[in-house]
């Protein structure tokens, strides 16, 4: 019904922009076109190309050359004055990390020992810290904070050989994307279960040491912030079901006592328990459904965390034409008939299984199909309507896979993937013949390879040709670029140069997100992509 509505919606506003003038019509047609296009979801949109890449991934509104088959078909009816024809062969490649599950893994890589030491306590039957109590708590909350869509990593690429001459264009691309979807197993822990527990020799749980009072009572209000629909929940996880800990110790408030009288023996201060009793605060809220659902869990051996990796490669063979129309002044039209090759692969691996890491990228369940598309490009030269208009705007849309082409899925999985459509709108000014600033936005909210997590990019960029001449030019570019359907998501910034000699062009680009993440003790940036490019234009 939300289509049919849409449908009826841009036919009338269609009608009554007849009615206005000649730009107003033209604006809004090209918006109105978007817009009716916009409630699809796709795949996020691949940056082909070195020159879009270094201007943050805005091109619609300026695409030129054989590029512009991928990005808009409407440029390939450039005037020959503005027309570059030839052979241009690119290649993209980026690695993104969602939903922090890098600092979780690191996190967690560095907690290793002390969780294995609270399990080497509950199956040696001796006792632990308060120190060591609050790292267990930190690393269920590490575990939780990894459950959940949006988080796992995601691999890219793009690449081929683009030709055009004069208004028609024949390429060859392929865009694959990998992506990398944990599961975390926060029941079959090992914790909690029958005959393990920790011991307390010598230190009762019946009353607080002299002097930790305060520290006991700071102690017993963190743990019990982490019951949930167990009372008690820490008490009965480390003290297994059996309840063996000691016969002093029977909740939360006796083993906060015998942990103070632990940490009494061993010199560790009253303030250095308080200290461990506001970390396990800290974490209650994600720590607490973790252990709560352990206490229930089975053996470790029987954890199902896994790592899923699905991947979709689609191979396009794509002949395009772009024309100017007569209804409106600079304005062209251009299509590309594409017939695509999809191959869609799914694997796991399962972390307790003795299988190699390896195992998890051998893609044999492996599905291959082919089905047509279709995308449509609309550019308009807003001077050739309005030659006493500033700077040389252009607007621009392009909707790609216009017939959502669908492709099979391999058996294990069973059914299709639908590539839904994509559109892509643009602007561009230019305030001299040697500088360009262009924008971009996608008009659909799209998938990627992550479940759970979307993409909606927002790209801002422009470029500077030093020398600007046939024989000689050497481009600066740069950009920005966000994810707006991600409200975590950060601003990252795009670089580009190269060499034009005579006709031979060669460049270079590479996007770095502003979002970093703590990795081994090092910062590294969440996201990033580099793209290179060799072309033989004139």
Known sequence: MLHAETGKMCYIMGVFTNEGGT??????TLTLIASCACFASAEQWKTLGTRPMGMGGAFVAMAQGPMAQYWNPGGLAMKSSASISGLEIPITMGLEATGDILKNTSE????VNQLSAVKSAQRGHSAITPAQAADFVKTMSLLGSMTGEGKGAMIETAGGANFKFAKVAISINNYTSIGLNPYIDVRNLGLGTTGTSIQFAGNSGASAPSGYATAVSNLTTALNRLDGTNTNAVYKLLCGTGG???SSITNNATLANALAAYASSLNITPTQVSEAAQNISNYAATAGPVVNGAISGGSYTGNESNLTVDAASFTEIAFGYGKFVKFLDGLSIGANLKMINGQMGHTGFRFMENSKTGDAFQMDNLKTSWAPAIDLGFLWDINEKYPKLPFHPKMGLVIRNLNSPKFDRPDQVGGTYKLDRQARLGFAIHPAKFWSFALDMDMT?????????????LALGTEINLVNAKAFNIPLRAGLMKNMAEKSSKMAYTMGTGINLLYLHFDVAAAISSDTTIMDGEKIPTKGTISASLGLLF
């Open 445 to 457: 909210k799209n998938k990627t390879a992550v479940r759970g997590f979307e993409s909606r990019q």
């Open 244 to 246: 063996n800990c000691d």
């Open 108 to 111: 967690i890589g560095e907690m």
């Open 23 to 28: 730009m107003k019509k033209g604006l809004i």
